[in-house]
């Protein structure tokens, strides 16, 4: 099975070659930047790449994996053939599948992935974020790079699944290297500031925890989203075939396609060059308080603009000669003092979206859909509050648990 037709016109992705002397240099390099890059055959040494290329045909592939995962329990999705393979966001901003409704083996999954990917019925399965922890046999025949660029490797994941399907334009705020060893995956890319145009679904409709576009990549409906075009100038699309390597940088949107029979590993690196994950979690609640406390305010598209590029040019907003309404100008406060200390990339990122969702410098944040930017609010004055209260009323069962513990080891 091979992809659909590519709709768009846009260059290609920047490659570093495995065998090249000056490989971790330049990798260190694209990291430091915040750039992504294909390492072609980056994983093509490793042993279970070895194996899987040594044979032909998905059902032989399945073969050699069944004996490295045995009868470990699964869970997957599958979709069913009217879905056409999409993994996203539906019309009802609700995630358009049922995530992880079946379980079975992992040796049985495999030989079904491969069934599905060799005898094409439209349906197609999926298993997603599995802990590689879970398959020793497999990961012991995987060379993890234990860093990327001073990068400390934090976390690793198993995907697999028959081909076909699709996952939705996303963002995620970790280093994210992928490792495809068997099938293949096109992978389309734009930069954070591509934000203003690729429609960004409400910020609490995610999917798996992960920010979404509304945008279909594939099938885009221009009339509703006439400025993705202007995203495209600005994207990058590759192609992984097994053995090749993908780094993607935190907040790199990314739209995911796969075919044939697949299997990949992705690698999560904190990004330590920002500091703390606590830093970031305050920078995301000044920005989301910000948003909640200003959502029905609006400044001229003059002044919008004037402040939205002494933002992104790291200067203070109060200098500007026209004064801000006081909710927006605490709110820019907030945001300024919580990404102080954090490197220039997240620094843009959130002068950013204070621009997007604070000054509304490009109008709506939500032009599709009437009244989300007052959702959001509202969700955002509650969400902290049930957070609480979910907390207290889970307080007594956890010290129970502890106490179930404490009594059983003594």
């Known amino acids: 099975m091979d992809f659909a037709l590519f709709p768009h016109h846009i260059a290609e992705l920047a490659s570093i070659e495995a ?27 490793d042993t279970l790449a070895r194996r899987l290329a040594a044979v032909e045909g998905a059902s032989d592939q399945a073969e050699v994996l069944t004996p490295l995962v045995d009868d470990t329990p699964l869970s997957f999705t599958l979709l069913g053939a009217s879905q056409g393979g999409d993994m996203g966001l539906g019309e009802d901003l609700r995630p358009n599948f049922r995530s992880d409704d079946r379980t079975t083996s992992a040796r ?17 399965a999926y298993a997603a974020s599995i802990p590689i922890q879970r398959f020793p046999a497999l990961g012991q025949l995987i060379d993890p790079r234990e860093e990327i660029g001073g990068r400390p ?22 280093l ?20 203003p145009h690729l429609y960004p679904a409400p910020l ?20 509703r989203y006439p400025r993705f075009e202007s995203a495209l100038e600005s994207a990058r699309v590759v192609t992984l075939e097994p053995g090749d ?74 200098t500007l000669p026209t004064p801000l309404p006081p909710k927006i100008l605490a709110a820019l406060d907030e945001l300024t003092n919580a990404t102080a200390a954090l490197p220039a990339h997240w620094q843009r990122w959130y002068a950013l979206q204070a621009r997007y969702y604070i000054l509304k410098e490009f109008g709506d944040p939500y032009p599709t859909l009437p009244g989300a930017l007052r959702e959001v609010a509202r969700h955002i004055r509650f969400a902290r509050p049930i957070g609480w209260l979910r907390a207290i009323v889970a307080f007594p069962g956890r010290v129970l648990r502890f106490l179930r513990r404490r009594l059983g080891s003594a």
């Open 245 to 318: 390597e993908l780094y993607i940088p935190p907040l790199w949107w990314h739209h995911v396609e796969s075919a044939g029979f697949n299997l990949m590993v992705n690698s999560w690196y904190l990004d330590t060059a920002a500091n703390t994950e606590d830093q970031l979690t305050a920078a995301e609640f000044a920005l989301r308080r910000g948003i909640a406390r200003t959502h029905s305010l609006k400044v001229t598209d003059e002044l919008a603009t004037r402040v939205g590029a002494a933002l992104e040019n790291g200067h203070a907003h109060e």
């Open 19 to 45: 065998s090249d002397d000056d490989l971790t240099a330049k990798l260190a390099s694209h990291v430091a930047d915040y750039s992504p890059v294909v390492v072609r055959g980056g994983v093509a040494a």
């Open 204 to 223: 609490h409709r995610t999917v798996g925890g992960v920010p979404r576009s509304l945008v279909k990549v594939l099938r885009v409906d221009a009339e």
């Open 108 to 124: 049985d999954f495999m030989r079904y992935a491969a069934r599905l990917a060799t005898n094409r019925t439209g349906e197609c």
């Open 176 to 195: 994210n290297f992928i490792a495809q060893y068997a099938g293949r995956k096109r992978v389309t890319l734009f930069p954070p500031d591509a934000l």
């Open 153 to 174: 490797l934090w976390h690793r994941q198993l995907w697999a699944g028959s081909g076909g399907h699709t996952v939705d334009l996303h963002h995620d705020r970790l």
